[in-house]
């Protein structure tokens, strides 16, 4: 059987005419818990999805970039690197030249490349496409060019998202590159966004009889349209008055003398909100490392309660899914990602996974919404190079 790895190569020989030299695979993600806590220097519980996205490349000596996908339409897209500057690429093409650019602002010579993409990641859905097609951009980079072992993978997952910062202009947190890069199979990724210290926490839950299902609505979201800004916004805006460097620094206990020192009204429920996730990712980490992960699943309910109340960036049909989700059996669920669409999430008893799917699957039908694509998601490694025959 041909594996992907083998599957990206060949496509790189069609484009190219020639063999890569490697091929790099880094992971989507989906959030347990955490949402928007890493914009505001807090604590997130990410886990590394099987969906991959691999990159199959080779170096240059020319100082050109030319990248293509299989999944965008148009041919080969040919950039000097020299000439790379912040939006100055649209498109897919984007991230990956923002890693190149990113690399060379930080000193690093590159000579420059050919990259070939292949990409089973739901784009748009919530689960970081394109922090994978960053984080395997730039381990195919460090590596070709000979300086991937003076990069840690934190560091990696830094330069990535300064990529998608600065280059594509996104302002996204680090949660996403950090999970493509650093996570473990069989573990959710504790990750304290603020100075990207990481727990590798137990996540087998086929172990306790469970399963984590994703509900892909179909919703597609573009996070570069100012909501997500407005709200990081709000929330920088609340740290100044609040007179902390970011809300994570506002304890659980002080929650309602914080929210009664703020004169602007419309700031209360972005704090409220920010405030209590963090409180959930702790109890939620304490309940996994316990061995006890039934226990999370009301945890999780509130956090979409928070998510759709407060911080107002759910939609109808993220709501439908958590909803029948719980009232099919679910023992939680919640929308996970940046929201205004995407995927929800929900952590059901193994026996119960295809009921619950069913029923999600059936009201979607009966609203006259797309049909959503339903999934279990095992906890996966971080990026890595893979040899033809794997994956």
Do not use: K
């Amino acid at each position: 059987m041909t594996g992907a790895a083998d599957s990206a190569a060949e496509g790189f020989e069609r484009a190219y005419g020639y063999a890569p030299g490697g091929v790099w695979a880094a992971p989507g993600r989906v959030n347990l818990i955490g949402e928007y806590t890493d914009v505001n220097e807090g604590h997130v519980l990410p886990v590394a999805l099987p969906h991959r996205t691999r990159v199959a490349a080779a170096a240059r000596t020319d100082g050109v970039l030319r990248l293509r996908s299989r999944e965008a339409p148009g041919g080969t897209a040919e950039l000097p690197l020299a000439a790379l500057a912040p939006s100055g690429v649209t498109g897919w093409a984007a991230y990956p030249a923002g890693v190149a650019w990113a690399l060379r602002e930080a000193g690093l010579p590159a000579g420059g490349a050919d990259l070939y993409v292949e990409s089973d990641v739901p784009a748009g859905a919530g689960l970081s496409s394109s922090a994978a097609l960053e984080v395997a951009t730039a381990l195919a980079l460090t590596e070709l060019h000979g300086y991937g072992a003076v990069w840690e993978r934190p560091a990696l997952a830094r330069l990535a998202q300064r990529a998608e910062n600065a280059f594509v202009g996104v302002p996204c947190g680090v949660m996403d590159q950090t999970a493509s890069a650093c996570c473990t199979a069989g573990h959710a990724l504790h990750l304290d966004t603020r100075d990207l210290a990481l727990r590798q926490v137990p996540f087998d839950l086929a172990a306790h009889g469970l399963r984590l299902l994703v509900v892909d609505t179909r919703v597609r979201h573009a996070l570069a349209d100012g909501a997500y800004a407005a709200r990081r916004a709000g929330c920088e805006a609340a740290a100044r008055a609040l007179g902390v460097r970011a809300l994570r620094d506002v304890p659980y206990e002080e929650l309602g003398d914080a929210l009664g020192g703020l004169a602007d009204p419309s700031l209360r429920p972005l704090v409220r909100h920010v405030v209590t996730e963090g409180e959930r990712v702790r109890q939620v980490v304490e309940l996994l490392a316990a061995g006890e992960p039934r226990e999370a699943g009301p945890l999780l309910t509130a956090g979409h309660a928070s998510l759709r109340d407060d911080f107002a960036v759910s939609c109808p049909e993220l709501d439908l899914a958590v909803a029948v989700a719980n009232e099919a059996g679910a023992l939680g669920a919640r929308m996970t990602g940046a929201g205004f669409g995407g995927s929800a999430l929900a952590l059901v008893e193994e026996g119960a996974a295809d009921a619950v799917g069913e029923a999600v699957t059936a009201a979607f039908t009966a609203a006259g919404h797309r049909p959503p694509r339903v999934f279990a998601a095992v906890a996966g490694g971080g990026a890595r190079r893979v040899l033809r025959g794997e994956e």
